[in-house]
């Protein structure tokens, strides 16, 4: 099988993984926030801020060091990294359940202890994921993955609603997915063919460190922009508060963090391959982009525009204070997925070092943004993070362009088409809306999708037909079955 279908296929196990992990919690999602409260969800999530902030300086960077590893001794490496992920993990935990009771009274809250204990828990089984996780990628073994994961994408959810129902209220975040994570992680063990002894391989684990030190840096700083926004906006607007940006940071990443998560898996397993080429290595990267611009695009505009319906629709009046700041996100989300392969063609090229001045810079701006923000609520919050991660999105494909050897604007020279249709589109479909008269969240929110895709596709045809071509190639290359009925769609 050649590397594109390999891609495809690989793109294909992992999208319907990830749909199924989004449809299974988002059903979920409805029937957990009608029974539990904003503060419920702000509450995991403060304490999840303190477990990613801790385990930052732990195996970060394992995976793309394994993925991007090119010798001959692979089956050795594993292991050495299997063992470097135990002593890592280990330590973590226990520095996490010593901060936790401190933690508790920061918070002023003695649940936290509790909730502290039960997620350690699940953090040390998903750590332990990794080792058999990178290897059934980088052997683009990719659907022996999905089908060891699938059950679980639907076990989780539904133990979860029961949970609720049961009286467990905060824990039923929780304990479910810890009572799963320990036979997940046997079976996707058991499903690699790596060999695991007592020896630790020491030796090896300088050569790791070496690797993924400036991705353990870069990390650092990203988890702390990442949580430090929600450790600023819990202290100045409260717990609650933050369990509804949660829900609107969680809905506006719930497509698009699943397809960069599926695309990043791929690609970190592909482009490394093509380093050598550095003009092929541009085509794959660019025509991979400008197909996933034409999928993910229309469904943050469509997002925008329906997002009042869709707070309602899904978890009614009460947390209807997210839905501004689930418009501003979009938009960050959109710039976010676009240049989400950044880390996957600097990692291919061992460019990290690069890559975390970058990061290192961009830390101390996103809190300062935050803090400021934050002194305006929810959506104050939302527009400072969002310009300056559009900022510096723009810093990241310029240093992308400068790998490949491309000037800056060669980017938005390939992407711009697919922005500007669906800014217009979703500028035509917003007034439309706004004329409407009121009528139920889901019939608006299903009215506007329609819309939305009948004018993009009409404009697609009229005006992109050049950079339809180019997404007709990929798709052909990548899902050749699927080819027939897009050139027809299309006209191509």
Known sequence: MGVAKQVGKGFVSYLWRNV?????????MVF??????????????????LLYLISVFGTTGLAEFLLAYR????????????WFNIIITAVIGILFLCCVPLWSVWQHDER?????GLIVGVFIFSQLQTIPKTWLSKNLQFDKQVKVQAPFIVLIPLAKIAAVFAGWGVYSLIIPTLVFQPILTYLLYKSTSISLSFQLYTNRWKEIYHFTKHLIGATIFTRITDYGDKLILARFVGIDKLGIYNIAFQLAELFTGQLTQVSNNVLSSVLPKYVDDKEKFYRHYISFLKAFSFIILPVLAIMFIAAK????????????????????????????????SYGCVMNSFHQ????????????????????????????????AVTVVKIVFINWNIKQ?????????????????????INILSGAVIYFIASLLPKIQPLALTICIAIGFIILYIVSLRLVLKQSLSAVAVTIHNTFPKLSPYFNKLFCI
């Open 352 to 383: 990290n070092k690069k890559s975390f001045f970058v990061t290192a810079v961009y830390g101390p701006v996103h809190l300062a943004a935050s803090a400021f923000g934050a002194m305006f609520g929810l959506a104050g919050l939302a527009i």
């Open 112 to 116: 936290i202890i509790n909730i502290g």
């Open 400 to 420: 992308v362009m400068d790998v490949v050897t491309k000037p800056f604007v060669r980017w938005y020279e390939d992407v711009a088409p697919f922005l500007i």
């Open 309 to 340: 319906p869709i707070i309602l629709l899904l978890y009614g009046p009460k947390w209807i204070e997210a839905v501004l700041p689930l418009q501003i996100l979009t938009i960050s989300a959109a710039f976010k997925a676009l240049s989400s």
């Open 32 to 49: 957990l926030a009608r029974e539990l409260t904003p503060y419920d969800f702000g509450l995991v999530s403060i304490t999840e801020v």
């Open 71 to 82: 010798k001959d001794d692979t089956d050795e490496i594993f292991k050495a990294a299997f």
């Open 20 to 28: 199924l992990e989004k449809i299974m919690g988002l059903i979920a």
